[in-house]
């Protein structure tokens, strides 16, 4: 059971565009999500976190908006960038076990940026 | 410079064999993750410990173990019964709740 999706394997955008990946989720004890970006044989690097009493949180190109009713969250890159091509991972935090809080990742999109 | 640790980079492995794999971190995480990526599958958790001396199972645990007898140190042991163990592995720490995690290098296992 895929408590967070990402339901897109890829996108492609000219660069200078608006780059926007979408992720859902199906657990309401999740109260911390985060985006991380991926190259091949390296760990993910961080890139920006959003709580679940925002909706929004913007760190120079990078916005993201979370819809709670909606389960949704987005993440914006603006202008989007070749070096930008990555993979994107959507992650968000909550209740595993007992009192332990859990990172469960979605399967990621692979974001190309076009010159 | 304070960071997370996994060694090594590369590492094959017989059929049948048990092997280890290391992760340590000098930033003082009280969390710490193993996660498995294979292609198209994203990240999945295979164990994770908020404490020293205790650790939970995640969403893959068949076939692996753990132990967290340091706060520095969560190391993985990808056992035979593991069915399809060769993957990349990725370690990761967070100091607390709603904070980021910090991964490391990644593993490569390739099991002969």
């Known amino acids: 059971d895929q408590q967070v999706k990402q339901n897109s394997p890829s996108l492609s955008v000219q660069e200078g565009r608006i780059s926007i990946l979408n992720c859902d989720y199906t657990?309401?004890?999740?109260?911390?999500f985060l985006w991380y970006k991926k190259y091949p044989a390296e760990g993910p690097t961080f890139l920006i976190s959003?709580?679940?009493?925002?909706d929004k949180n913007e760190d120079g190109r990078f916005t993201v908006f979370l819809n709670k009713s909606a389960k949704h969250l987005s993440l914006h890159i603006v202008p989007s960038q070749p070096g930008d091509s990555a993979v994107y991972f959507c992650?968000?935090?909550?209740?595993?076990?007992?009192?332990?809080?859990?990172?469960?990742f979605g399967k990621g999109t692979l974001l190309t940026v076009n010159p | 410079d304070g960071g997370i640790t996994q060694s090594p980079k590369y590492l094959f492995r017989k059929e049948g064999q048990n092997v280890t794999l290391s992760c340590e971190q000098n930033?003082?995480?009280?969390?710490m993750y193993w996660y498995r990526q294979d292609p198209g599958q994203g990240l999945r958790l295979i164990y994770y410990?908020?404490?020293?001396?205790?650790?939970q199972k995640g969403d893959i645990a068949e076939g692996y173990s753990v132990s967290r007898e340091k706060k520095e140190s969560f190391p993985l042991t990808v056992t035979s019964a593991q069915k399809n163990p060769t993957a990349f592995y990725l370690c990761?720490?967070?100091?607390?709740?709603?904070?980021?995690?910090?991964f490391g290098q990644g593993t490569r296992l390739t099991v002969v």
């Open positions: 990761a720490s967070t100091l607390a709740w709603g904070t980021e995690a910090f």
């Open positions: 657990n309401s004890m999740f109260d911390y």
């Open positions: 959003i709580s679940s009493i925002k």
């Open positions: 992650a968000a935090e909550g209740l595993g076990g007992g009192s332990n809080y859990k990172l469960t």
């Open positions: 930033l003082n995480h009280d969390a």
């Open positions: 410990s908020q404490i020293v001396n205790d650790f």
